[in-house]
């Protein structure tokens, strides 16, 4: 089954970088398309960012021109490269994968047109101001 996890959240200030990964395992990673998506304590989860097998990005409004997005098909990773950190960044980050046009899991979020039914457990990234 498809299995993904997490890694690279911490503390930094705000104007500060961090680089999160996820390794995936369990399927064939080039057939799904993968995202991040971020929770903060007290909102919706929202999506950050999405790529697909093709390596076409999207991106919300607020992260645009500060985050990358980009994935490592020989090693099943994915990354979200994020620069000028600003405390509003604060949340949950978790790394998500999908399919289907069609929610498939119990658990399933919509961004940028696509459907997200498999997520990691999640990494914590905290900015200070």
């Known amino acids: 089954q498809v299995q993904l996890v997490e890694s690279g959240g911490g503390s930094v200030q705000a104007g500060g970088s961090l680089r999160l990964s996820c390794a995936a395992s369990?399927?064939?990673?080039?057939?799904?398309?993968m995202g991040w998506f971020r929770q903060a304590p007290g909102k919706e989860r929202e999506g950050v960012a999405t790529i697909d097998s093709d390596g076409s990005t999207s991106y919300a409004d607020s992260v645009k021109g500060r985050f990358t997005i980009s994935q490592d098909n020989a090693k099943n990773t994915l990354y979200l490269q994020m620069n000028s950190l600003k405390p509003e960044d604060t949340a949950m980050y978790y790394c998500?994968?999908?399919?289907?046009?069609?929610?498939?899991?119990?658990?399933?979020?919509?961004?940028?047109?696509?459907?997200?039914?498999?997520w990691g457990q999640g990494t914590q990234v905290t900015v200070s101001s």
């Open positions: 369990g399927y064939t990673y080039s057939s799904y398309y």
């Open positions: 998500a994968a999908g399919r289907l046009p069609v929610c498939s899991s119990t658990y399933c979020y919509i961004f940028a047109g696509k459907v997200f039914g498999y």
